[in-house]
């Protein structure tokens, strides 16, 4: 039996701004998964959130982008807005909402969607992560550090299952062509591509020996889809651990470092990823900063034995300190760059209305 995880998520209403998710949102969408479980639509299913971003987890037999599940999540998300997040008035009710019915599949409506098939293994742990304030190529550097860096991998070098390494699948989110590159022969031109996450996004990572899935990312641009801004994209992503795939110690050692990611205060600004627990799996420094949650799982036929809230522990609280301060650091930047994003990124935000009404009171420079 081939197992299907789904991880979809969307912002569909925050409390007190951006801040967070409400509890009744999330109450509502277990109460409809309870039912799609009932019915046998889905074997099983986990209910979560990071900062404003409602995130539904499930599991099934269905397949990748099945018009039943992801109706199951589209109709959840508009419930969601209509019962809970306008009454209560909460802030961007419906926010990631960009088309008005349903249409077959969820990619390309707004909502962040990660899922892969997979035939379970003896023993299957699957762990998943969820942003919020960043976008998808934020995975870009932590994918690269746990699937083709031996320094943070040493399965790489040890493991004769990986040692032959991985195929990275990497989208261009401008002109909607993927390109696979094989590490580490290729790792260079990798490494040309995703060091611009802003345009070139890891969406699947593979085995090279066998061509078994081991990650996969959301990889939606709102901006590009709405032609404006409607809120960072707040990426998902699933990673397989252990047994032919890096363990669960060496994907989480990625995750040590916080590295620098677009988003933040309006989409706007350059911050560092923040790993916490989902005590912590709010946004409120500058609506911030850019933070990441990740959740273990155990799979059995299907099923979700956890979670394992991975970052809730001491040995992440370096790398929180580090995150608080490299978060004064940049802010203290204000409205200069490198802290607010380059015009390229921009262009997608609100900034461009300003620049509209100072357009006319330009004059040509004097000659030097």
């Avoid at 742990?125 to 699937?147: C, H, M, Q």
């Avoid at 959740?295 to 979700?304: A, K, Y």
Wanted: net charge negative; charged share 25%.
């Amino acid at each position: 039996m081939r197992i299907t995880v789904s991880l979809i998520k969307a912002d569909v209403g925050g409390l007190a701004g951006h801040v967070v998710v409400h509890p009744k949102l999330e109450e509502l969408a277990r109460k409809r998964l309870e039912e799609a479980r009932e019915t046998g639509l889905l074997i099983d299913f986990y209910v979560y959130h990071v900062g404003d971003d409602l995130q539904l987890l499930m599991t099934h037999t269905k397949g990748e982008n099945n018009a039943e599940i992801h109706k199951l999540a589209w109709d959840i998300f508009v419930e969601v807005t209509e019962k809970v997040s306008k009454p209560l008035k909460l802030y961007g009710a419906g926010q990631d909402l960009l088309k008005d019915t349903f249409s077959g599949n969820i990619k390309g409506m707004g909502p962040g969607c990660a899922e892969m098939e997979f035939e379970e293994r003896r023993s299957e742990p699957i762990l998943v992560f969820s942003a919020d304030k960043t976008e998808p190529g934020a995975w870009n550097y932590k994918l690269y550090r746990i699937f083709a860096d031996p320094f943070n991998t040493a399965g790489l070098i040890i493991d004769p299952a990986m040692h032959s390494g991985f195929i990275f699948e990497v989208v261009d989110v401008y002109e909607h062509k993927s390109v696979k590159l094989s590490t580490p022969e290729e790792s260079y031109d990798l490494l040309a591509l995703i060091g611009t996450p802003g345009r070139y996004v890891v969406k699947r990572v593979y085995r090279k020996s066998d061509g078994e899935i081991a990650a996969v990312s959301s990889a939606t641009r709102l901006s590009l889809i709405a032609g404006r801004y409607v809120g960072k994209d707040d990426p998902v992503l699933i990673i397989r651990a252990q047994h032919g795939f890096p363990a669960t110690g060496e994907v989480l050692e990625a995750f040590a470092f916080p590295h620098l990611v677009a988003g933040w205060m309006r989409g706007s600004h350059t911050g560092p990823l923040m790993p916490v627990p989902l005590r912590y799996a709010q946004c409120t420094r500058f609506d911030g900063p850019p933070r990441v949650v990740g959740l273990g799982f155990q799979l059995h036929d299907g099923r979700l034995e956890g979670p394992v809230d991975l970052f809730d522990d001491p040995a992440f609280e370096m790398t929180r300190r580090m995150a608080e301060e490299v978060a004064d650091y940049m802010r203290r930047h204000g409205p200069f760059m490198p802290h607010r994003l380059g015009p390229e990124e921009m262009e997608y935000t609100t900034l461009p209305s300003v620049l509209e009404k100072l357009k006319a009171r330009f004059v040509p420079a004097e000659a030097e």
